[in-house]
């Protein structure tokens, strides 16, 4: 196979992710405050919340409830069950909110659901600004799966929100830059390495084992073969490279001229601002709005441990890059409505893909 580059396109859309090296060490109370007083809650960057966050979130156990970064404020919100937990937060820099539901009773609420409430066309995730577990129903939720829905949340009132949705959840097959097999376009994620091996992220439903993947819809510009694919239950697959000498940098393409570098792979958390790269709809940002999410396609399909945003996307951007910064943060499922109107859409975490297939962002590529 003659050594080329491959089309930018259709061949890179993403190494991972980024908000790396940033020192965000535990804020501690300042030395002149009074030991009676908590230090004031700080204002922070995302990277310096989403490091904070998880750390506070063990150190606090059973009395944290869910956290999240506010945009507008630049405070690392810390959802805690009493007062005493609240001081805690308060004096490592976060906003503390005392609220009602522990993080147990919402993990419960969730299995709750899974067991009366799973339904096609609909979607849960726990939200830390309500907390409260928000289910999402489609516009196919209709009569006796409406009346099963609700049946079963209205009993919950305490622990779920319910909330409609235009438009029909499906995975959105159809896709950073285009890659064309079995008579689907996608998208490509993020372009990542395996013991050495170059190989490319995408969506698990674009394509089974075996899929080969062409950078145009004629097949005479091939990429790869799908290694592994995993969906539902999970949404990622690994597609190695063909010819192991084309360029496969670890960037993202911004459809304007330009590309964004990933540097490595970062978790989701609920406040991060991101931006979606696809080959239909090309880049889009918003806001990461849950985690954990579940999501019904419907015909059996359920995929779990997804990433809830209100980032716009439509078919054809499955598989494309979700990304803040530098890191590589999701790889674009599925969701309702579209680029006009807005809607919902879910991501496959990276880190979750990465670890499952042992493959790594590598911006040295």
């Avoid at 009366?116 to 907390?131: F, L, M, Q």
């Avoid at 599925?334 to 109107?341: F, K």
């Amino acid at each position: 196979m003659s050594h080329r580059r491959v089309n930018k396109r259709a061949a890179v859309a993403a190494g991972a992710a980024a908000a790396g090296l940033v020192t965000a060490a535990v804020l501690l109370p300042s030395a002149n405050a009074s030991p009676d007083q908590p230090s004031a809650a700080r204002t922070l960057t995302q990277q310096d919340a989403a490091r904070l966050g998880p750390e506070l979130a063990s150190e606090l156990g059973a009395e944290a409830a869910g956290w999240y970064f506010d945009n507008g404020s630049g405070r690392l919100v810390m959802n805690v069950l009493n007062e005493e937990a609240a001081d805690s937060a308060q004096a490592q820099g976060a906003e503390p909110r005392v609220v009602k539901n522990s993080m147990t009773v919402l993990r419960d609420t969730i299995s709750a659901l899974r067991e009366r409430a799973s339904v096609p066309g609909t979607a849960w995730s726990i939200d830390p600004r309500t907390n409260k577990v928000v289910v999402v129903a489609d516009s196919t939720v209709t009569g006796e799966k409406w009346d099963r829905l609700t049946e079963s949340t209205n009993r919950m009132r305490d622990t779920v929100t319910v909330q409609r949705s235009a438009g029909e959840f499906k995975p959105f097959a159809d896709g950073g830059d285009a890659i064309f097999g079995g008579g689907s376009r996608c998208s490509l994620g993020f372009n990542v390495s395996v013991n050495g091996v170059k190989a490319f992220l995408t969506a698990g439903h674009c394509g089974g084992a075996g899929q080969i993947w062409s950078a145009d819809q004629t097949g005479t510009q091939p990429l790869g073969t799908t290694v592994t694919s995993q969906f539902p239950g999970s949404d990622f697959a690994l597609v190695g490279y063909d010819d192991q000498n084309a360029e496969a940098p670890s960037t993202v393409d911004l459809k304007n001229g330009t590309t964004q570098q990933i540097n490595r792979a970062a978790e989701a958390s609920v406040g991060m601002p991101v931006q979606r790269s696809g080959s239909t709809t090309g880049l889009s940002e918003g806001t990461v709005t849950g985690l954990n999410a579940t999501v019904n396609y419907g015909n059996g399909d359920i995929v779990n441990g997804l990433i809830q945003t209100d980032v716009c996307a439509e078919p054809g951007d499955s598989g494309g890059a979700m990304f803040s910064g530098d890191a590589a943060v999701g790889l674009t499922s599925g969701g309702s409505g579209d680029c006009t109107q807005g809607g919902v859409t879910f991501f496959q975490p990276v880190t979750t893909a990465l670890q499952a297939m042992d493959a790594r962002i590598d911006p040295s590529l």
